[in-house]
Structures are given as C-alpha cells and as structure tokens.
C-alpha cells in the first residue's frame, strides 16, 4: 500500500493564482481531512469527508474548496491565492463511523508559499 | 469552542529521565490523540485514548486520560534521544478535530 499520497511536494504561487492540491488513498478509508500547519504550531483543520459525495467544513475553511467524489481522491483547491495561505498542507485520511474515527494516516505534505 | 491547549511547550530532559506532557481540552470531547512528528516530517500516530480511564503504553511512552478533569497526559519514561520530536495531542469532538501547539521535545545524551 502507498498509504496517503499527496502532489505536488513544493509550490511557490503568485498572489490572485489558484491551484489544486491532490490527495489520495489506497487504504478505503471513508474519512479523509485536509489540515495546514503554520511555522512551529499545530495544525489548522481546512475541511474534512466522512465518505464519497459528504464534505464539511472545519476550523479555517475561507479561501479553499474541496470535492470528494471517489473513496480514494480529496483535492484540496486554492482559489485567488494569499500570503496568508503560505504553509504546509497536510491530508490525512482514517477509518471509523460517524462522529467516531479512528487514528489518522497523514500523507508526507505539501510545502506552499504564496508571494 | 472546543481549544486544546499543551504544555510544555519546549522540554529539554536528560537521557534517562522521567517527565509528563500534559493535555488540557476545554468542552467534552469523543476522542482523544497523540502524534509524534520529527523536524521537516509527517505526522505518525502514537496512541487513541476512547473513554475515561484509558491508559495505553508503547515502549517508553505512556498516554492516558481523565475525561472528568478534561486532561490527557504522555509520560516518558527513561527517555532516550530517538525520543526527540514534537509531540501533539488532538481532541475530536463530532468531527470536528482540533490539535495542541506541540510539544517540542529534545533529548540530551
């Protein structure tokens, strides 16, 4: 198993760009979540799945947007980037049922800076 | 608001120590985690505490916690140097998960 995966690794984007950040999971996790993690804290929940077709928002959902439309895939998407959206984007996805899951397996980050 | 607040948050110890990282949350919660991430890395789960009570160890580390006092704690016993890494704890409460700001561990030899 590849675990989670994310792409790209690295990205540097002009204020006002978009972009997608890609994650995916080969474990058929039904729970999948997008995070940030600024400088030296802890991490920031974007959005969150608890399966294909259900999406929610988290802590600081502002200037993104997700879809979830298969078990494995949850694209994180910028819209009209901002240098407060420079940090590392991690996806984690896990099992579990509503209300109730379980530990989370963290794909290896996306490092984002916004100029 | 659910705010999960971890101290401390930078701990120098001594190889061969004892210490304790403490977990305060401030609503009820379902669940409650521990991560473990080393510099410029991902995080890798460590423990998942689900009731009042829980108590679970791996090696040098040991998680447990009191629902009631809201207060999970991460005891590190006999620490060695590939105990080094920061250490966060995460409270779920419907879904909606929110992390501690680390605990920065460093262990001297």
């Known amino acids: 198993n590849a675990g989670v995966t994310q792409t790209p690794k690295f990205r540097i984007l002009k204020i006002g760009q978009s972009m997608t950040l890609q994650c995916a999971q080969d474990m058929n996790h039904n729970y999948m979540y997008w995070y940030r993690q600024d400088p030296g804290m802890g991490l920031k929940l974007i959005y969150y799945s608890v399966g294909a077709g259900i999406t929610d928002k988290g802590e600081v959902p502002n200037g993104y947007n997700v879809s979830r439309s298969t078990t494995e895939d949850f694209p994180l998407r910028l819209e009209l980037a901002a240098p407060s959206q420079t940090s590392v984007y991690f996806c984690?996805?896990?099992?579990?049922?509503?209300?109730?899951?379980?530990?989370?397996?963290f794909g290896p980050g996306t490092r984002l800076t916004v100029t | 608001e659910l705010k999960v607040e971890q101290n401390p948050l930078f701990l120098s110890m001594q190889e061969g120590k004892n210490y304790t990282i403490y977990c305060n949350y401030s609503?009820?919660?379902?669940?409650l985690y521990w991560y473990r991430q080393d510099p410029g890395k991902s995080l890798e789960s460590l423990f998942v505490l689900l009731s009042n009570g829980a108590v679970k160890q791996e090696g040098r580390l040991m998680a447990s916690l009191d629902t009631k006092a809201r207060l999970s704690t991460l005891h590190i016993t006999a620490a060695v140097h590939d105990l080094s890494a920061t250490y966060f704890c995460?409270?779920?409460?419907?879904?909606?998960?929110?992390f501690g700001a680390g605990t920065r561990l460093t262990v001297k030899p």
């Open positions: 995460a409270v779920d409460r419907h879904n909606d998960m929110r």
């Open positions: 609503t009820t919660s379902d669940r």
């Open positions: 984690a996805s896990s099992t579990g049922t509503w209300g109730y899951p379980n530990e989370q397996y």
